[in-house]
């Protein structure tokens, strides 16, 4: 198997006015490779059948647009050390055929914008950010994913990073993230905001934040979650700095507000109506 199209060119539109790129699944394949490549555009092209449905490497200020990437074996779209480039109105779907197949996986890449995109039915997940800081996840519709929905986590050297990276100040904002296995979580991750997402009956978690500190969540519905709301640590971390978060009453569980108190005494709160107390 051999790759698809592989850009070599910078300051290039490839519209591919809804025909297909059709790939065997072959070894590292890939359906749209650019690697240290800027201001290209890739839109309007059905890309399935590879490992890599469409990879950036090293490569920056380029636009994925309204492609249909499905089917592939790994990831729908890869992003490693990849910086300003935009993520809109694709459809990625049935990502399957690896133990780590996922719908978007950006590793070691800032600055990114994901926005608009339909994100289903992948086998290990929907979007992940690995390593990866000041991204911003927005308005994107992700859902029926077994793994999580959308996952922020550490990139150690045993992941190709060195030294270790975190995701962190990156912007979680309008997702719709339902029927997914587990929702958002937020893994060893710092300065994060969510903001006005809707996570709502995945099969276990909702929201969880796991040795992750210092994030914003306003206006984030959560319901019909298994386990709709919840703060850990690991527990060689143990330590109150990891559960210090910015969280208000904006956020509900089950049409309850979350009640998330830190330095505060005297407080009468109604028990009645509880969606989460810490």
């Known amino acids: 198997d051999t790759d698809g199209i592989v850009v070599e060119r910078d300051n290039t539109v490839i519209d591919g006015a809804g025909c297909a790129v059709q790939g065997m699944g072959g070894y590292e394949t890939k359906g749209v490779d650019l690697l240290g490549i800027s201001n290209v555009t890739i839109k309007n092209i059905n890309v399935k059948g590879f490992v890599y449905g469409i990879r950036l490497y090293s490569s920056s200020n380029n636009t994925l647009y309204r492609n249909s990437i499905e089917l592939n074996k790994e990831f729908g779209i890869y992003l490693y050390d990849s910086h300003n480039n935009t993520i809109s109105e694709n459809k990625i779907t049935d990502t399957y055929g690896y133990t780590d197949s996922k719908g978007v996986l950006l590793m070691c890449s800032s600055n990114n914008v994901i926005d608009g995109n339909i994100v289903t039915k992948?086998?290990?997940g929907g979007i992940m950010l690995k390593g990866s800081s000041n991204n911003m996840?927005?308005?994107?519709?992700?859902?029926?994913?077994?793994?999580w929905g959308i996952d922020l986590t550490y990139c150690s050297m045993w992941d190709g990073?060195?030294?270790?990276?975190?995701?962190?100040?990156?912007?979680?904002m309008g997702n719709s993230v339902t029927k997914n296995f587990k929702g958002i979580r937020l893994r060893v991750s710092w300065y994060n905001i969510l903001n006005a997402n809707t996570i709502t009956n995945n099969s276990r978690n909702g929201v969880l934040m796991e040795t992750a500190s210092q994030n914003i969540l306003r206006n984030n519905i959560l319901a019909g979650n298994k386990y709709n709301f919840g703060v850990f640590t690991f527990h060689n971390e143990v330590r109150l700095s990891t559960y210090t978060q910015d969280i208000d009453t904006s956020n509900t569980v089950d049409g309850k507000p979350i009640y998330y108190l830190i330095k505060q005494n005297g407080l009468i709160i109604d028990s009645s109506n509880i969606g989460y107390l810490a």
């Open 122 to 124: 992948n086998d290990d």
């Open 137 to 147: 996840i927005i308005m994107n519709n992700i859902s029926d994913n077994d793994g």
């Open 161 to 172: 990073c060195y030294p270790t990276r975190y995701s962190n100040n990156n912007t979680i």
